[in-house]
């Protein structure tokens, strides 16, 4: 055969590479694959979605599960050789003699390791039974997945000293905080999938989907607002147990009514016990306290009644504050309400405007901007962004007729960038119509010393005063603030980042970690934890006293029980798999080439930037696959993603369906100015038993001389894949094999991929190459302590990656001649030698720290169809050298080969099989198969739950803790008995007797009753959430005293005239005068900066209509009878679920008035 010629462009390339590699090194890893694990391992895992964070200069974590972090470092090998972050070290390694997986005992085959592992994004993630980089915490609901969640996610949360509520998409659930640490149902109890794990909960009767949630603990009711405009009530106190293995029917509300037209986004019950809603269009209701009461006194048979009278006793403040058409305040929707409790007014937000309001009078007090600047009239009619050009003009290429002709390629390659440039011109130009305000808020918050704090979804959080003045803005974090909760004199800030900041009552950072893979999307206090509500669904409790010597303990206790919360019994879960211990588990599936030309890959470009993807072709390959595949009988459908003529999709056996799912896709073009699809990677994500797997499918630069382009193409692709919701994703069924000789009639490669699970778990993962696409965007971490910012890397968490496709890369230095000589004798370790690929492996210039099984099979390239043989190697004009352009090369947990799969190590995989199909002829590239075989450790999050319960029961030391928190500063008032008349004012003082230690008060009405002219003894009853009656006005009503310090309480009356009955917000009868005596117990709670329990001052305040002098008891007998047990409401609830009583009241007596 002739020689091919090598033109002057190709011979400067192969002089720039290394003609003779050097001697490639080996290494026996016996010693260390004969090692034992100290305790046996869960094999099969995955928590949390990696999230890279720096949490200090030198270390920088990926959050893939509670258990898991990574930490930088060199790569450790068992000989002792370290390789090094320069990429000089590379290793060819072969199994220990005897080694041997699964249950058919197959050997693993010898790999090499590329070089430069051990350096940034490409260091391989290590893990741990407890993350370093955060507190520990309580996973009262562990990460469900995606899948399971359909219609049903959580949304809200709200909590108290004893239970947890949660605002789902169907209703609400309760927890108890008795049974936080008891185990859950687990797989074939009687929860719904995604709650195996959770803590024993109860479910309400499926409703609208719930927008929000607020507790009234004086009337234990817990009240939430709904999509469907209805606001209802649900007793706290159920009669049944909420367990999750209960079988009872599910809890019903106590009364409900339809309270707007549109979602009730926020309810919030002011300061004199009033329910305040809100809605779309700048609605603000009330609803009165009397009705409300009233409305509870009916029977459920009656809630008809009960809704109809609390519906007409609404007030709707946005007809109060309109004159001649005019409203004072915007008609935009009011997002969230605040109460000021310390002034006794209520904030309504807006995005851009806030309005403050009189809770007792209901006034408008002042609107203003998110700038503090006040606004006379917000609502005026919305002003239309000044259009641009109605029509884009699309500006293709043209040669002029100066230039010199260009041919046809060039031609193309100039009408494809212009057309994907001007549709990409035009989306920026709309999103840019449409972009967010910087400054919207998305949280707002009362701290303990009366300011209110609120959170833009740039991150910056502003500080104001009572009366609306900005005081102060601070900005930790530059994403999104979306929820804040207060606990002492800490604020709580969750982010969209997943972070959790803990900030003073000045707004310096204290702490900071990231508590969830995905966006923080409520905080509650309650029960002595913070509780977090991420938008996957999972809830976690943090310790108050997180981070402190607590979390010291607990770390140290849980890793020593890894083993008890870490193992399985391996008889029970191969009974659970039964017959499918051998078969395939998950099936990746990848096709390149699919749609061709400069016309769809235009079209395709065009689509990508308006976020749509996939073609005809595309989808009827999906379906012949999945029809090979049995997909109805065997497989269901996961997902799929299409970039141009790259395609990948994946499928899942039914029997493990239940632990594979949260599947995400993504997309990076590589070809033409990095903007169109015919070179790039489309990727996948999937949670495989609590572990992250990402597969990659690549079709990098062509040509001999493009090394340097293929090795950026891939670094291009690490880099920035970013993955996300795909929106190809099917629950269709799928199958299996046969695809293989079905795709190649396209004329493109293929490549299957199996992945093997041993120890009692078998399943298996099928790829195949092909490629698509998702938006991909440059990702950054904040470090918030530093505000530093460093690049991450999705695929730089991943418990697992799979990289496959036509790579590309070829021989060099050796003629075709000589390639084909070689191929015929089978001399592959030659050839191993000049392939480009393997050598820039070794130099630590791509696939840095992966590895590849050794090839044994001839080159997959180039091949002219439909002849079989070696003899169909390229035999025309052009006869390229034949190349291995197909491979797959992959990464797991293994910081050094054949490592044994635990919790800090817990996916491990070597590879049984590699080769090609040298049969298939419909392609001018021959399809490669890569089987594996992975052990996956994982964690019983429902043993681990209550270990953590063990240890906080007995651990000395954490009870001790604990005991601290209950220390709550000596106080004492100036008078526990109070006289008023008409508007008469007194002065109650407050005194801080500690030398050391701040005192945080709030003063709440236990009860108000109407003194009986005949001296008979008088029913005290509470309003909603321990609010104050009308004519009572009490400022500051909260507050911080420092030590030793004192602080003056003005307790007012103030002239109420009362409305007999109000229909739709209209007096129907005229005001009238109350005149009868009035009582009200007002109770003053002190704590500690940090307490978790609180002393209370009983101050009894009576209103004489007449000018008599009344006698009052110090304090009232049937208080705490009639009440209900709202002097019972100060108790400390342990971390283990018992109930300790409060401190008894100190009470002082001042001078009398």
Known sequence: MDTPVIEEEDEEALASLVPFPPRRKMHSYSVQFDQKPHHQIRKHSLDEVPRSTTLGN?????????????????????????????????????????????????????????AGGGAGIFKVPVRAAVHPGRPPCLELRPHPLRETQTGKFLRNIACTETQLWAG?????????????????????????????????????????????????????????????????AWKMDQEEPCEASDDSEPFKERISWLAHRGPVNSIVISSYGDMWSCSEGGVIKIWPWDSLEKSLLFKPAEKHMAALL????????????????????????????????????VWAVQSLSFSIWDARSKDLLKVLNVDGQVECRVDMLPTQDQQGDDETKLKFFSASKKEKPQGFLQRSRNAIMGAAGAVRRVATRSAGGFAEDTRKTEAIVLAVDGTIWTGNISGQIVQWDGNGSRLKDVNHHHKP????????????????????????????????????????????????????????????????????????????????????????????????????????????????????????????????????????????????IGKALDEKNTFERMGSRQLAGLLISLWARKEIRTHVGDLDVAAVPCGFGRAIGNKGGVGLRIRVYDRIMCFVNCHLAAHLEA??????????????????????????AAGMVLFLFLSCSLGFSTYLFWLLYSSGLPWALSLAVGVSTTAYTLKTTTNPTTGTEEVKSDLAAADLIAFFG?????????????????????SFDWLRERDQLRQEMKAGKVFQGMREALITFPPTYKFEKNRPGLGGYDSGEKKRIPAW??????????????????????????????????????????????????????????????????????????????????????????????VLQSQDTVILTITNTSTTNKAMFSIICGGITFVKDDGEE??????????????????????????????????????????????????????????RDKEAILMVNIRGSCSTTWTSHSVKVRHCYSARVCLLESRPKNLTKHLGGSRRHPTDKSRHGSTRPRTEDSVSRGKSH
């Not at 007409?312 to 969230?336: H, M, P, W, Y």
């Not at 890369?809 to 004798?825: H, M, N, P, V, W």
């Open 310 to 345: 609390v519906e007409r006793s609404a007030i709707d403040l946005r007809t109060q504050v309109t004159v001649n058409g005019t409203c004072s305040i915007s008609s935009s929707e009011v997002k969230f309400l605040l109460t000021d409790s310390v002034r006794a007014k």
């Open 707 to 732: 090394v340097n382009r293929r090795n950026a193409d891939f670094n291009h692709i690490f880099r920035l894949m970013v993955f996300s919701k795909g929106h190809n994703l099917s629950n269709t």
């Open 481 to 624: 603030v979306l929820c804040f909760c207060t606990f002492g004199d800490r604020i709580y800030v969750g982010y969209a980042s997943g972070y959790i900041q803990v900030l003073d009552s000045d707004g310096k950072l204290m702490a900071s970690w990231v508590s969830h893979n995905e966006p923080v999307i409520k905080l509650a206090a309650g029960g002595g934890f913070i509780f977090s509500l991420a938008t996957h669904g999972g809830v976690r409790g943090w310790y108050v006293t997180s981070p402190g010597p607590l979390d010291n303990i607990i770390r140290t206790e849980l890793s020593q029980k890894e083993a008890l919360y870490g193992r399985a019994s391996h008889g029970a879960l191969m009974s659970w798999l039964g017959s499918v211990a051998s078969d395939v588990g998950i099936v990746v599936i990848g096709l390149q080439e699919v749609d061709m030309g400069a016309g769809f890959l235009a079209m395709s470009a065009a689509k990508e930037t308006v976020g749509l993807e996939g073609s005809v072709v595309g989808q009827w390959w999906i379906d012949a």
């Open 168 to 232: 789902q998409e169907n209703g609400v659930r309760v927890w108890n905080m008795e049974e936080v640490y008891d185990a859950g149902c687990g797989i074939g109890g009687q929860v719904q999938r995604g709650d195996e794990d959770t803590a024993p909960f109860h479910d309400s009767v499926t409703t609208s989907p719930t927008m929000c949630l607020v507790a009234d603990q004086s009337n234990k009711l817990l009240w939430s607002g709904h999509k469907d405009g209805k606001i209802r």
């Open 1018 to 1075: 008088s029913d005290y009853t509470p309003r909603g959430s321990f609010g104050l009656p009308r004519w009572l006005e009490v400022t500051p009503a909260a507050g911080i005293i420092s030590p030793e310090g004192t602080v003056d309480v003005k307790v007012h009356h103030e002239d109420f005239q009362t409305m007999e009955e109000c229909v739709d917000g209209i007096p129907q009868s005229w005001w009238c005068e109350d005149t």
């Open 58 to 114: 030198d270390a920088v974590y990926f959050d893939s599960s509670d258990e898991e972090f990574s930490t930088g470092g060199a790569i450790a090998i068992a000989s002792g050789e370290t390789v090094s972050n320069g990429g000089e070290d590379y290793a060819v390694v072969a199994p220990p003699p005897n080694a041997s997986v699964g249950e058919d005992a197959v050997e693993p085959l010898p790999e090499f390791i590329g």
């Open 806 to 826: 036509d790579f590309n890369y070829r021989l060099y230095g050796i003629t075709y001649d000589e390639a084909r000589d070689f191929i015929s004798q089978r």
């Open 885 to 978: 352009c197909d491979r797959v090369i992959y990464r797991d947990t293994q910081a050094s080969p054949f490592s044994e799969s635990n919790l800090q190590c817990p996916v491990v995989s070597s590879v049984i099989m590699y080769e090609a199909c040298m049969d298939v002829t419909e392609s001018d590239h021959k399809p490669v198969r890569c089987k594996f075989h992975a052990t996956i450790a994982h964690v019983d999050k429902s043993v681990r739950r209550q270990e953590l319960g063990n240890i906080i029961r007995t651990n000395e030391k954490i009870k001790s803790i604990f005991e601290d928190l209950k220390f709550v500063p000596e106080t004492s008032v100036s008078n526990n008995s109070i």
